[in-house]
C-alpha cells in the first residue's frame, strides 16, 4: 500500500469517528492519505461525491487501500465498479446495500444503495475486501452485512458491541482496522 483513502459516511467528515487516528497511523507509515469531505447531508448524492473525487483529481491506483464507514463504504463499491484495474484492498464498515427501512436515511442513501451493483465487477477490482460489522449497530442491521459478504464473497469481521463504528459508539480509534491495515505496510 502506497496510498489510502478513507471516506466517511451520512452527516460526518474527515475529522470524525476514527478517521483522524488511521490517517495519523497511516502517514507515520509513508502512507498517502486522503480524507475527502463529501456533502453531507444536503447535496449527498452518488454523483456529486463522484465529482469530488474527480474535482480534487483523487487518483486511485493499485497500490490504494479504500477503507469506508456506512454510506462512505456503500460509496466504494461505486467506485470499484468503475475500476479495471485490482486494487489491495476494500474495507467496509458499517456497509450495505438497499434500504435500511429508516425513513430519516433511505431518502439521503437512496443514489448510493439502491442500484443495481455488478458485483463480479466489484469482486474483480479489489485483492480483498473485508466487511466490519458490529452486533449491536443501530443504523445497519446485521443482515445488511451478511448480504455484502455473500455478494462479495468478502472476509466477515463482527466486532461485538461497537456500534455504528461512530464517536457514539467510542470508536475514536478503531485498534481491529489498524491491526488488519498492518499487513498492507509489509
Partial sequence: MEKAFIFHGTGAGQYDHW??????????????????????????????????????????????????????????????????????????????VGPLRNERFDPLNESFAEKEFDFESIKASAGDIYVYHSDSDPYVPLQKAGELVEYLDA?????????????????????ELWEKLQKYLE
Fill in 155 to 175: 472476509n466477515l469481521e463482527l466486532v461485538a458491541g461497537a456500534g455504528h463504528f461512530n464517536t457514539e459508539a467510542g470508536y475514536i480509534d478503531f485498534p
Fill in 19 to 96: 478517521f483522524p487516528d488511521i490517517k495519523q497511523k497511516l502517514k507515520a507509515e509513508g502512507i498517502e492519505v486522503t480524507v475527502p469531505e463529501f456533502p453531507t447531508p444536503e447535496a449527498q448524492n452518488l454523483n456529486n461525491w463522484l465529482q469530488v473525487l474527480e474535482h480534487e483529481e483523487l487518483e486511485i491506483d493499485e497500490n490504494t487501500v479504500l477503507i469506508g464507514h456506512s454510506t462512505g463504504a456503500v460509496f466504494i463499491l461505486s467506485v470499484l465498479e468503475e475500476l479495471d484495474f485490482e486494487i489491495e484492498a476494500a474495507f467496509l464498515i458499517s456497509g450495505f
